[in-house]
């Protein structure tokens, strides 16, 4: 991480010069709905102690947030991005060419890519294997035409394959393709490690491409939605964070993957492998410029210890090295550059 001096005068004048002078008393947020209840909690403590307004929280998904957070500086344009995913080099890209130069990036704690059923269904038990070959539009090269799980192994039941997740724009999805799908295309696919590189389009149409034929159906950034549809429909398989799995555990349990299922601990330790790290971004530039910005952020940090309040809304808590690393960043205003994305 690089740090910068003082807010630029340019970055200040463009903050008060958008909208017709106008300037905005509200932060404002936009991003992951994975993270949307942890930084909702925040908000909540951030009004009833400090007296000021509320922030208005957007349920956009990662990748609509990332473009209306990159897309300028100034109060048309969001404070804060919620990501369920680390921001992609091209989209550091795209924020600086927008202005965006000066970001903070702050790892908040830990989630999972939680694969969830009913406590009625059929209690399966799944590889990253058996996942790639149910989802998957080609996994050999060839149309996907498995329809049952025991078409994709005959150890599993003959009940129909139904996923409902998230849609294109998601960070849930971006890492649920890069923590299940990928490890097992690229175990059975010996040229798809060289395929990321050299040709990301056959790489993704191999790897990550789910099936369009409604064995995968797309719920929207409407996490509570899929949790609905579990409970009507048992057989079925839902992909969301983990904290949705906790606070609906009286209706739904977790499908273990590799052997280990979703839990605080597995996710904690490394071991359940749909593990990942959640992130806010903030520009500096606001810092100044928003009333209560720089307050809200601290209170993050505050927040998201072990035990801590956003442990009890289902985040996982950060190594305390992390934690420590990320408190420094906003005490001392570090941004991110494009090398440390790489």
Known sequence: ?????????????????CDGGTTRDQIRIVGSSTVYPFTTA????????????????????????????CSGIGPAHPDVLNASRRLKPAEFETCRRNGVTDILEIRIGTDGIALAESNTGPKLTLTR?????????????????????????????????????PPATSGTRDAFAELVL??????????????????????????????????????????NL?????????????????????????????VPLDGVAPSYDT????????????????????LRAVPGLREFITDYAKAWGSGGPLTRRGLIAASPDVRAASARIIAEGSILSAGDLK
């Open 226 to 254: 899929i949790v609905q549809n579990l409970t009507t429909n048992p057989n079925a398989i839902g992909i969301f964070g983990y904290s949705y799995l906790e606070e609906n555990a009286d209706r739904l349990h977790g």
């Open 267 to 286: 996710i904690s330790n490394g071991s359940y492998p749909g593990a990942r790290p959640l992130f806010i971004y903030v520009k500096k530039a606001h």
């Open 129 to 165: 294997a058996d996942v790639y070959h149910a989802l998957a539009a080609a996994p050999d090269g060839k149309p996907n035409t498995s329809r049952t799980w025991a078409d994709v192994n005959s150890a599993l039941p003959a009940i129909p394959i139904q996923f409902y997740g």
């Open 182 to 223: 990928v490890p097992a295309c690229e175990a059975e696919n010996p040229r798809a490690k060289a395929l990321k590189d050299a040709d990301p389009d056959a790489f993704a149409n191999l790897c990550t491409k789910l099936r369009d034929d409604g064995v995968y159906v797309d719920k929207g950034e409407n996490d």
């Open 1 to 17: 991480m690089a740090v910068t001096g003082a807010v630029t005068g340019a970055a200040l004048l463009a903050l008060a010069g």
């Open 42 to 69: 925040v908000a909540e403590n951030f009004v009833n102690s400090r007296g000021l307004k509320p922030p208005v929280i957007e349920s956009t998904g990662t990748g609509s947030g990332v473009k209306l957070f």
